[in-house]
């Protein structure tokens, strides 16, 4: 059985390299929406896959990119510099900040976060089945476990400025997927 859980964050980015003009060379934002599939082959006590209150870390990492601006980190030194001077929440990723790269990106880490989450009701065996960023209302890129072939990071390649983990409830999630 798939589950899924909708998150919500406003974002903005420049996105290199890419066809059209304005997105490339402008800052810019979008109204995302982040669709967390999940799957078992089982369900709990509660006849659920998995109880949403389980979801918290991810939804804080998430929420990490909320009135952020997320920075790849192949710009330029001196857009860098500026965006860390003129913002106090920053994300830098190791993937372009286009719809596909928070899906790859996104996928990584809320993997990591699934795989060490302690299930306690009966649970199955619970995995993440997609994630789908919405950019747009007309458009999406969702990620899944074989896309990962199509990047390569890791946990230590991603970025958050002081601003977004001052405002974290803790960072006990952080350091148990293996983050800092």
């Known amino acids: 059985m798939i589950i899924r859980k909708k998150f919500r964050f406003e974002g903005a980015h420049i996105v290199r390299n890419c066809t059209s003009k304005r997105c490339r060379e402008n800052i810019h934002g979008h109204s995302y929406e982040v669709e967390v599939f999940l799957k078992s082959d089982q369900l709990d006590n509660g006849f659920m896959v998995m109880d949403f209150v389980l979801l918290n870390n991810v ?3 998430i929420h990490s990119f909320d009135h952020s601006y997320t920075l790849w980190e192949k710009e330029a030194d001196e857009v860098k510099d ?24 996104f996928y990584f880490v809320i993997n990591l976060i699934i795989s060490k989450t302690i299930l306690v009701n009966g649970e199955g065996n619970v995995k993440l089945h997609a994630v789908r960023v919405h950019e ?3 458009g999406y890129a969702e990620a899944s476990a ?9 946990l230590n ?11 974290w409830k803790g960072k ?7 983050g800092f």
């Not at 074989?146 to 890791?154: A, G, H």
């Not at 006990?172 to 293996?178: D, E, L, P, R, V």
């Open 82 to 105: 500026a965006i860390y001077r003129i913002n106090t929440r920053v994300a830098e990723i190791p993937v372009s900040p286009s719809a596909e790269g928070y899906a790859l990106l």
């Open 136 to 138: 747009t209302q007309s």
């Open 59 to 61: 939804a804080e990492f």
């Open 157 to 167: 390649d991603i970025h958050f400025n002081d601003g977004i983990q001052s405002e």
């Open 146 to 154: 074989e896309d990962l072939s199509l990047v390569r990071f890791t």
């Open 172 to 178: 006990a999630w952080w350091n148990q997927i293996g």
